[in-house]
């Protein structure tokens, strides 16, 4: 504001009391006349660059503007600062905005926006453009401003011009930029409008960018009764929206910046991509990337092209490249509820896909599959250290096709699978036993081509086994199998064994949150439990049993472990071979062997996330080795830049160095254990008696190739032993 003599105030002051008398008479508001006159003044001396408005200036400046008595307008007009003559509040009223713009600018973008948030329509098929809450408050302020600004200059509401002209700014910056983002799917809204008159939905950002457009312009003009300065908060408004958009979207963005950089070729862009990854990444969107989209999203996909050139990364990248930053296998959670829309939009609940269906990896988690029950029956012999387990799995299908069940299933130790069966109209089939192949031939045969009733149990790795049901029968179809496993009781003492339960590594399903597996275990012995989940009892006289409800986590608990007691005497124990159909007896024995301590101990611990409450057990561990024995321990982890780096920062010589280094350990994401192993076989074979002692998570992807570690266990078969 340029400041005024005291003079040049005078002459105002005396010129203000002119107008005011003739505004009086006029009928017109004189104060409102005299605060739009001294904006209009200060305004003019501004625009001539009057450093202090002297008298003569204030003269020049009341002569401009004019006399109080043109000023008084005639009866039935309104006043304006610059003599400009306006139209009446009643006047005004009768140019009246189209009702078009409200349709286009406010309701047709608030059904929008509650159909995509109730239904998932674009997001299940193409991207999510409202994926959190904050979303969906900043798009809801289009219609809103859009609406406030429309009946505000239907009814001449001049009073919260200012207010309605900084929410028209946000909206049109919110609209600008969700135009851009719908520009791939412009040209099929197009088409879908002349064929399935869905096509508006897509058009919905550009239409009500229009309409806010328009509105602003009739903001102006309702303004421009007050003021002829140019409406605020255009410029500011978009740029408070764009920043907005870029804060809640920014972890979106980052997370698919960093997968791009963590599959890179180049090592340094990979660890790079990992660090943003496990620091900023969000995780809901790295979970998304592991399940896929078709190639028509990806191509609709205006963010992906940005970042990458529209250059996608494969599923199968993605599932590796979760598991290094969370630590987690991707199908160990739900899947992602974006990829199949939102609510009860029963048709993209069967636009999941399962490309994965008939392989030999279980993928992932696609929706409508749960396991409705669990049942686990298992005997325990005592004397002959041996235990039999059957578990009864039941599967149901709540979508429109026929699916795939799919588990990981971990075994008791060096159990085997000596049972399965499966229920087919009722009635209970037995399985046959064969070779890999033969089995695998059969089940792509039947299940898959002929869609009939098959379950397939084959080995994946020790003590573990992958298991296939297909179809489970669609809408709330039920498919049941039964598995019989064989395992040795895990000796503690040689007059005390332990039974475990199996559990799932890895599923396809979904198990929901109020299944229980039912366990029943019985002896001839009694039997013992630590935790309170599993009742001990004794039946009949002679016969012991426990039994209980155990929820997932709980099958691996080890206090959920059954002990049974044994005769230490009995050292031998056989029985009749009757699968190879000879005659034959199967003999084994149980015998106690001292094992002399290793000159060299080399532990390779993985420095993953779930490792790291372990970490303190592992320390304590190695400081109760005898005195005699040689301590190393290797990192398996991936925090170095460079082989030596690596070589010289994951290793520890030492029995109190490796103590001293694990007691400060942190686990990160999910690591590659498979460099660490061959490291440290290098340095146990350094000794002709030593031992490699490997201590880790879950492994549920090969990051590295194994020939280098299966190279020197083959040309050296005595070497380390692990």
Partial sequence: MTPWTAAAKEELERYFR??????????????????????????????????????????????RIGTPELIAAPEGKRFSPAGIETKKPEEWSRRHPRIWLLLLGAVLPLITLLMEWQTGMCAGAFFDPIPTVWHFLLVAWVPAANALAWFAVAHGREKYLRHLSWANGVAIGVAIFYSLLFVPLLLPGVIAVVFFGWGLLPW????????????????????????TAALPGLAWGMALAWVLLVIIDAPVWGTRYGLHLAVAEEAAEQRRGLRWLRALGHEETLLRACYGRGRWADNMDLVGWLIAGGERVPPEKARDVYYRVTGRAF??????????????????????WDPDQGGQQVGGRVQGRTMQSSRLDAMVDGAAALGYCEWTLEFKNDSRFQ?????????????????????VNGEEREAAFAGRSQVREAYQKVAIRQRRDPVLITTCGPDRVLMQCFPVPPNGGV??????????????????????????????????ETLRHSVWVEAKESLATDGPALRVEQ????DFAARGQLHEAALAAPQNAVRVPRDSAAGEVWTRDVRSGKNGIIRQQIKELAVPA??????????????????????????LLPGGTEVALFLATDEFDGLLEAENKSRVFGRQPAVERLAGLKGVGGQDNVPALVRAWDAAAEKSDSAIVWIHGPQPVVLASVEALQQRYERRPNGPSL
Avoid: Y
Wanted: proline content about 5%; some cysteine; charged content about 25%.
């Fill in 598 to 623: 290793p000159q060299r101990v080399v532990f390779v611990v993985d420095n993953s996330r779930g490792m790291e409450e372990h970490f303190a057990a592992v320390a304590k561990t190695i400081r």
């Fill in 204 to 227: 919905t950002p550009v239409l009500s960018l229009v309409a806010a457009l328009l509105l602003r312009r009739h903001l102006r003009e309702m303004g421009s009764n007050r003021t």
């Fill in 539 to 542: 039946p009949r006289s002679g």
């Fill in 331 to 352: 199908n160990t959670v739900p899947a992602p509820t974006v990829r199949t829309g939102r609510g009860r939009w029963k048709a993209l609940d069967d636009w999941t």
């Fill in 18 to 63: 002119q107008v005011r008398v003739s505004v009086v008479a006029s009928g017109a508001d004189a104060a409102e006349v005299i605060e739009d006159l001294r904006r209009h003044l200060d305004e003019e001396a501004v625009a001539a660059k009057l450093v202090m408005v002297t008298e003569e200036d204030a003269r020049r400046l009341l002569a």
């Fill in 479 to 512: 498919m049941k199998v039964r598995l019989g496993m064989t395992a040795p009781l895990q000796l503690e003492q040689i007059d005390r064994g332990r039974w475990c339960w199996p559990r799932f590594l890895e599923r396809n399903f979904t198990l929901t």
């Fill in 403 to 423: 699916r795939e069940a799919r588990a990981q299933i971990l075994l008791p130790p060096s159990g085997v699978v000596s049972r399965l069966t499966l229920w």
